[in-house]
């Protein structure tokens, strides 16, 4: 099924429509073009991942500071912090610093007014499936208005860089997503309107809703992973240590390859969770339907997906498919440089792919053309989280991982989950 899916073309089963339909996007992003003329999606597949070796020092030290803010810098005492709130807000202003630089990114009218979009865009999309079609028209007018007033707090802030980006001759910043969006806007033909600070703004908003709740919520199930075990906890903190010793407070592409132990419970907590349990949603556009690999027809206008739940969680392929195994996909280093892939290790190793890579096995990201273009962004942003919290702060260990909860076919973990920190007395970065 996984295959036949991948093989149609979209003018038969639209990756686009299933993604739009799912949350309303035409509607609850205010402005249809920004999803239908999707311009911003090529910037995150080309410019965004070739310039990552040079943001991964700006990431690590927005982390950094973020982390110090929500998690305080007290090596006496243990504080209680909830996972959910505090990672969303280091999730956003790390994102930001990549999106808009470093001076917005710790504007916290801005940062608060960004996480409080993406909630709400995702709120009103699930609330708005519950209406026929027809109805949706009217009260997408309604439900809409909260969206309305928290774009004007965030584009009072967005529309002067952008202002200023597109009054410049050539980029003074060649690092930032923002002028990228801007120097590219040619290749993409924009329409006059699209090339405006209010719509380049608006495409900010649309990355802040692909990164921010993602983002935030794999970093959480990743967290809870490891702080549930003492044995994934001092495997993954030996590894921070050995880098941080090797790198000191250098980050860059190399020192996060090198840690094979951490790209592995990261790829191990997103086969376990995932974000989303049906994977590969594709809408039949085409008027004569699809007939499915079965020989079953489906009409037009019908969504069909693949259980990323099932195929994660099967024996067959993931033994003890139930467990946060850490080491499930470890590759072995010799110097530095990964060993040839095929070697066979403990009996739970499915195989040595790395964290962003994609298989028919693995759908976190999807599969085909439409596999996620931020995975290589998104997935150093939660390596550096880890690593910073392994290398500054002591975390309890949790009696028992919180379980998640189902919200509709997603799978998120729960919004009051706490962690006990201490900042370490010898912070070794
Ligand atoms: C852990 C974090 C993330 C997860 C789990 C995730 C997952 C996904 C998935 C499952 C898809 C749909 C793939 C398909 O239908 O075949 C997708 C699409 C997409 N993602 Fe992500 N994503 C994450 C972070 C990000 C970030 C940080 C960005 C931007 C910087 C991003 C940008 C996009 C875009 C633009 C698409 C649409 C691609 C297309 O339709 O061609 N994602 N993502």
Not at 11 to 22: I, N, R
Not at 222 to 246: A, H, P, Q
Not at 256 to 270: F, G, I, T, V
Not at 314 to 331: N, S
């Amino acid at each position: 099924m996984l295959s036949w899916l991948i093989s149609q073309p979209e003018a038969c089963l639209s990756a686009k429509w299933a993604q739009m339909d799912a949350l309303n996007i035409p509607t609850t992003f205010l402005r249809p073009e920004i999803g239908l003329n999707p311009a911003h999606e090529p910037v995150v597949r080309r410019d965004l991942t070739a310039h990552l070796d040079r943001l991964e020092a700006d990431i690590w030290e927005e982390v950094g500071m973020a982390l110090e803010v929500v998690w305080g810098k007290d090596s006496q005492s243990w504080r209680e912090v909830n996972l959910d709130h505090t990672i969303r807000r280091v999730v956003a202003r790390a994102a930001n610093r990549v999106f808009v630089g470093d001076k917005l990114c710790r504007n916290d009218d801005y940062i608060e007014n960004s996480i409080r979009y993406v909630t709400q865009v995702s709120a009103v999309g699930l609330l708005m499936n519950l209406f026929p079609s027809w109805v949706k028209r009217f009260v997408g007018v309604i439900f809409t208005t909260p969206i309305r007033i928290t774009y004007s707090r965030c584009s009072k802030h967005l529309i002067p860089v952008f202002s200023e980006l597109t009054s410049m001759e050539s980029s003074a910043y060649p690092c930032l997503f923002s002028s990228w969006l801007v120097t590219n806007a040619d290749k993409f033909s924009l329409s006059s309107p699209e090339r405006t600070p209010d719509y380049l703004s608006r495409r900010i908003m649309a990355l802040n809703f692909a990164a921010i709740h993602t983002s935030t919520m794999t970093t959480c199930n990743l967290l809870l992973d490891v702080f549930s075990s003492v044995s994934s906890k001092s495997f993954l903190y030996e590894e921070s240590l050995d880098s941080s010793s090797r790198w000191d407070k250098i980050c860059n592409r190399t020192r996060l390859n090198q840690m094979p132990r951490l790209d592995s419970a990261l790829r191990e907590s997103l086969r376990l969770w995932g974000v989303v349990a049906k994977a590969m949603s594709r809408k039949i556009i085409h008027p004569d339907g699809a007939i499915l690999p079965t020989g079953q027809h489906l009409p037009q206008g019908v969504t069909v997906c693949i259980s990323g739940w099932g195929l994660h969680h099967d024996e067959a392929i993931y033994p003890q498919p139930f467990e946060f195994v850490h080491d499930r996909f470890m590759r072995t280093l010799i110097d530095g440089q990964e060993k040839a892939k095929g070697e066979k290790g403990a009996s739970t190793r499915s195989s040595t792919a790395t964290a962003v890579e994609i298989d028919e096995r693995f759908v976190t990201w999807g599969v085909g053309k439409h596999a996620c273009p931020g995975r290589f962004f998104a997935v150093d942003v939660v390596k550096i989280i880890l690593a910073h919290v392994l290398l500054e702060y002591e975390v309890e260990i949790l009696d028992r991982r919180a379980e998640n909860m189902w919200i509709e076919y997603n799978v998120i973990p729960p919004h009051d989950a706490t962690l006990r920190v201490k900042r370490r007395g010898v912070v070794s970065l």
